[in-house]
């Protein structure tokens, strides 16, 4: 039960993240480059915070940690572009769409293969994803923004496998927060800063306590959870996000959204209620 409940809190919190990205970015209130810049500062400095706190050294200089670093890169970059033109849980369903995805192909590659069952609530997820990313005059999505949104799902995927081996979470992820802010800063830079008080204090709740607390707790679940089912259960968050960002931000969400995510809690209930 207190995996669930864990588990439970970290979805809300990544799709928390989509919200307020979404009404930061595109609301005008912060350019994405001041906000992805922000929010790594706010995580890393929260996290390092907390590791000083209890005593804990943080793995900066460690081979280890460039692909944690070097990926949360790649998915801050994504999913704050992404953001310009994507809603909040269209842009969720795309995210953990291909991180789904790129997880399931490393377990195949790796010798771990999911199960018949995850595999057919995977392929009915994908389904979903499909309806929403298929080019043509119905689509809902906009291009460059859903290519972003990719970049950011793969990153995330990565940046999910390299954290089910982490001794000690909270120093993993705050070595990865530090290490992706100079580097982070370097792509961005000449993007658009500007912004108002409200986009910084979106950005610094964000960095500090959706993303770095909650991806935190997202590397202690991942400890003691399959990663096939890891996958399905992060597809759970573009349906919270779907209905957050239709009361909070007014958010239009059409037919085919509201398919597609049917189709991925149908994918997700499939495939975590095997008996194994």
């Not at 707790?217 to 209905?243: C, D, E, H, K």
């Not at 239009?252 to 194994?276: D, N, S």
């Amino acid at each position: 039960m207190r995996l669930i409940l864990l588990t439970v809190l970290t979805m809300c919190a990544f799709a928390a993240n989509s919200v307020l990205t979404r009404a930061a970015v595109e609301g005008g209130h912060l350019g994405p480059g001041a906000f992805s810049i922000l929010r790594v500062a706010a995580g890393a400095a929260m996290l390092g915070g907390i590791a000083a706190w209890r005593g804990i050294s943080v793995p900066l200089l460690r081979r280890a940690r460039l692909p944690g670093a070097i990926s949360l890169t790649a998915y801050m970059v994504g999913f704050s572009l992404a953001y310009l033109t994507l809603d909040a849980g269209l842009g969720a369903l795309i995210l953990f769409g291909v991180t789904q995805i790129t997880m399931f192909t490393h377990g195949a590659v790796t010798g771990q293969p999911p199960t018949t069952r995850q595999l057919c609530g995977a392929g009915i997820a994908f389904a979903g994803l499909l309806l929403v990313l298929w080019p043509g005059a119905g689509s809902v999505a906009d291009p460059l923004g859903a290519a972003l949104m990719v970049l950011a799902g793969v990153g995330w995927a990565v940046y999910t496998i390299a954290g089910r081996g982490a001794a000690d979470p909270l120093a993993a992820t705050g070595a990865n927060f530090i290490l992706c802010l100079p580097l982070l800063t370097v792509l961005l830079i000449g993007s658009d800063l500007s912004g108002d008080w409200w986009g910084v204090v979106l950005a610094l709740f964000c960095g500090a306590v959706t993303s770095g607390l909650g991806y935190a707790l997202w590397y202690n679940v991942l400890r003691q959870m399959q990663g096939a089912t890891a996958a399905i259960v992060q597809l759970s968050v573009p349906v919270i996000a779907i209905l957050a960002g239709a009361v909070l931000l007014g958010e239009t969400v059409p037919l085919v959204v509201m398919l597609a995510a049917g189709l991925v809690v149908g994918g997700i209930g499939w495939a975590v209620t095997a008996k194994r």
